[in-house]
């Protein structure tokens, strides 16, 4: 008879655990890129999962954008922050770095946030099979304008207010406009 209550025990903590995770993940999910505050870390695909361990810590991975992106320090920050004040004491930030994170990984909802907001949200990211040839030139892109959908736009620089992105101007409306690149 005693070996019959363990499946609902096991069950009951699995429960609690996959709660405690379920409401750790909606706070960090919720945490905005400080760079394109119209995007969550989940938006921008940079969270890559929420845990809690064995001592009910909470362990938050996220993926730099790209090496050396200065937002990083203020994402593990602003998570930290977020999960503390949604009541978890103990919480740590990992950085994962495999695999790379690919502007692939922005989802649907952040494309759709990004052109709300005036911005062109990147294109397929490029493949590489092998070594990648050196050129000095920016990438030519097939871009339309946030604003008015024309085809007709024009690169003004390939740096941005931020290394992600690059600032183009639409020939047909006249606005300027950023572009997230493809990485």
Do not use: N
């Not at 750790?24 to 999910?29: F, M, Q, S």
């Not at 494309?111 to 050196?134: K, M, T």
């Not at 000095?136 to 992600?164: H, N």
């Amino acid at each position: 008879m005693p070996e019959a209550t363990h499946p609902p025990l096991v069950e009951a903590t699995q429960s609690i655990e996959t709660d405690t995770e379920t409401r750790a993940y909606d706070v960090a999910r919720a945490v905005t890129d400080p760079e394109m505050p119209m995007l969550t870390l989940e938006d921008l695909g940079v969270l890559r999962g929420v845990d809690v361990d064995a001592d009910g810590h909470v362990v938050a991975t996220i993926t730099p954008t790209y090496s050396g992106c200065p937002a990083m320090a203020t994402m593990r920050d602003d998570l930290v922050r977020s999960l503390q004040d949604a009541g978890f004491d103990e919480v740590r930030v990992e950085i994962a770095l495999e695999p790379a994170w690919t502007s692939d990984w922005i989802t649907e909802h952040g494309r759709r946030a990004l052109a709300e907001h005036g911005l062109s949200a990147p294109g397929p990211a490029p493949r590489h099979d092998g070594p990648v040839a050196l050129t000095l030139s920016p990438p030519i892109r097939a871009l339309r304008c946030p604003r008015c959908g024309a085809a007709d736009v024009a690169l003004t620089s390939e740096f941005g207010p931020t290394a992600c992105k690059a600032l183009y101007r639409c020939t047909s409306c006249l606005e300027p406009f950023e572009h997230v690149k493809e990485i």
